[in-house]
């Protein structure tokens, strides 16, 4: 199957015009013309997993994080970035990122997360103007807990060993919103639809003070918020190209680390 043939089922699910400005998502490193005998799918496409591909010959990979972000001005290999692209132009491997078109899709990554966490009655917590999706996601449970016991739900169902949150402020959590990756700038939202918590990552000293006794706020990890996304890719592909063969990386992308 050409690589153009697969772009273009993937952009009829989450089109590039409905990612945000600043991203970079699309064919990365490779050749709409080749023809793709398996694919990769990641979380990041780091040089482990691009040897991961070598090992298993395949000859796409399908990342949502984008290898670059910003304009590449050479490739000496000084960089991790540098290296994968070199990496992958040697061995004729293609990278493919959908990063926040995928973000942006109603039934997209913050979806995975709610149906992790069993919500009901969801809603897209920031639409996006001229498109049925948006940024995050709000829903209830379909029983109150304690924040507590809130705590130990999100640990078990987000696979978590670590949650960094806001005070306490001894109250029954019912709604939750819930966005994947970096999402400080989300809580004025959460608190405006009446979130008893904002499940995210990436917040800073100073965010913590922004939930003013209103709101709790989880740090659950970056990686660990989007590490669902892989399945959501992969159940895709395969109901829509049932005999692509396309399989989830096994390499560890995460570069935080836990002592």
Known sequence: ?????????????????SAEDFDNVGLIVGNKSAIITKALITID??????????????????????????????????TYVERVVSKAIKNSINIYAIHTNLDNHPKGVNFQISKKLSLINTKILIPKTGFKGGMGMIGKLKESFSEKEFLKYVKKKMKVKTIKHSPLIDKKINNVAVLGGSGSFAIDDAINSKADCLITSDLKYHDYFKAENKILLLDIGHFESEQFTKELILNFLMKKIPKFACIISKSNTNPVNYF
């Open 1 to 17: 199957m050409k690589l153009k043939e697969i772009i273009n089922i993937i952009e009829d699910w989450a089109p590039l015009e």
């Open 45 to 78: 496409s780091l040089e482990n997993v691009v040897d991961e591909a070598i090992e298993k010959k395949c000859n796409l990979i399908i990342s949502f994080h984008p290898i670059i972000f910003s304009g590449l001005k050479k490739i000496t290999k000084e």
